[in-house]
């Protein structure tokens, strides 16, 4: 999550649709250059009684903000409060209902990714400890009501709490009751983004599955393994979804662009205050005719701003962003970025893995994103076989991508380890969910409570 600066009041005014390419044709990276950054959220609650903190309540978010001061990192100020906290790792980051992100720093390898998590999670447990606090690592709160849940004082999140219900009935499940992992990967060229593109919207359920993680509401089953990509089904229809254009010839940035000036806005930010501009169009500010700022053309700091308020499977800023996976424990987090560097930064992993999905229709892939929530590894591909069958395969392209990358620790040991979580899984065909439900149904004896002894970092 971007975190802002009044540097938009300072810029010129976007003077064509040609600029609007600027932030993609930035991106541009040769390979040597490319990076990885991971960004992974966590539930957080009081070890007391498992409410979730309120952000100005003794020890509540605001207090567990400012106590990573202990550790380097500077407090950043929205309208005199603290919203985030930045440092060498990153950015941690206040999401709507308290939940804490990490944005982790663009980093070279896994190994120094995982290392980043592993410092990270244990400074807030540090944190955590002398607060009485806990972090869950799940997709979706398994015990909370959205009138249980705290909102954050951030200017963003007030607009898009009450435009959410206007659009779908769960976009505030969105914001209040989900955690997510996700990944953001670069490209080289116009072409090298379509080719990763593709293969991510493709392949996204697959990551879906391996990580679904959500299968409890308010105390009991939900009927769903990933309840939180089920979520996305119905947050809001024009900022989110499968992206057909994306798999049509000639994809390129401009498609994307054209795709962007029909996502509604939402918000304008001046002079430290995000003007509500919910609903309303990007082209009409192109035009100076935005009837909250009549006469006014937008900078290149209002369109980063845009780009960042759409919510499809794949996201394209200046680099791709992989949004598919529930949040989870420490090895899922260290698993994804593994999962998508391996498929999508070794050009004959990226070539083998669109070879198999490049003949999909776009049908077939609508039908697996929308099984897959209840299905998880059960649901099939277009040729009839699961995605569990079909993971082996894909989970050997990734180590071959990885293998090929050949970044070595200090052991001398390459990036294929952080794959071997995703290989249990697959190989015992059970998600991460499947093994949620069979503890709720049976060492737990339908005691919601024991998730916070099990799923806690």
């Not at 009485?132 to 963003?156: A, E, N, Q, V, Y």
């Not at 009991?220 to 989110?240: E, F, Q, V």
């Not at 980063?304 to 791709?320: G, I, Q, W, Y």
């Not at 794959?419 to 991460?432: E, H, Q």
Request: hydrophobic share 35%; with cysteine.
């Amino acid at each position: 999550m971007s975190t802002k600066t009044d540097i938009a009041n300072n810029l010129p005014p976007i003077e064509d649709k040609a600029d609007l390419l600027a932030p993609m044709i930035k991106g541009e990276k040769p390979k040597s250059d490319w990076k990885i950054g991971t960004e992974h959220e966590k539930f957080v609650y009081c070890q007391e009684d498992y409410h979730a903190p309120s952000y100005e309540e003794e020890g509540g978010i605001k207090d567990l903000l400012l106590a990573m001061q202990e550790f380097g990192w500077v407090p950043v100020k929205e309208n005199g409060k603290v919203i985030a906290m930045q440092g060498d790792d990153g950015t941690i980051s206040l999401e709507p209902a308290g939940q804490l992100e990490l944005s982790g720093a663009p980093l070279d390898n896994l190994h120094q990714t995982c290392a980043e998590t592993g410092r990270h999670l244990e400074q807030v447990k540090t944190i955590g400890a002398k607060t009485s606090k806990g972090f869950l690592g799940l997709g979706l709160w398994p015990d909370k009501k959205r009138s249980d849940l705290p909102i954050m004082p951030k200017g963003r999140y007030g607009i898009m709490i009450d435009h959410m219900p206007k659009v779908g009935t769960m976009g505030l499940d969105m914001m209040l009751r989900t955690c997510t992992i996700q990944v953001n990967l670069d490209y080289s060229s116009e072409a090298d983004m379509a080719q990763k593109f593709r293969v991510g919207l493709a392949l996204q359920p697959l990551a879906t599955a391996l990580f679904a993680n959500s299968p409890l509401l308010e105390g009991k089953p939900n009927g769903y393994l990933s309840y939180r990509s089920h979520i996305w089904s119905d947050t809001d229809p024009h900022r989110t979804g499968m992206l057909p254009f994306v798999f049509d010839d000639g994809f390129g940035y401009e498609h994307y662009v054209d795709y962007m000036l029909d996502v509604p806005m939402y918000f304008i930010y001046r002079d430290g205050q995000y003007l509500n501009a919910a609903g309303l169009s990007f082209r009409d500010f192109m035009d100076g005719k935005l009837s909250i700022l009549p006469g006014e053309k937008p900078t290149l700091s209002d369109w980063e701003d845009h780009l960042s308020t759409a919510f499809p499977e794949v996201r394209l800023k200046s680099f791709l962003e992989m949004r598919g996976a529930d949040g989870g424990p420490w090895s899922q987090i260290c698993a994804l970025p593994a999962f998508w560097t391996g498929l999508l930064y070794d050009q004959s992993a990226l070539d083998t893995a669109w070879d198999l999905v490049k003949n999909w229709s776009m049908e077939e892939r609508e039908k697996l994103r929308n099984d897959v929530p209840k299905l998880g590894l059960k649901a099939t591909i277009a040729d009839g076989r699961t995605l569990q069958s079909f993971a082996h395969e894909i989970l050997d392209i990734a180590s071959m991508g990885l293998a090929n990358r050949a970044r070595l620790n200090n052991s001398g040991d390459n990036e294929v380890g952080f794959l071997d979580s995703l290989r249990s899984i697959v190989a015992s065909g059970k998600t991460p969910a499947d093994q949620l439900l069979e503890k709720f149904h049976g060492e737990w004896n339908g005691d919601i409570k024991k998730i916070y002894q099990h799923m806690s970092f």
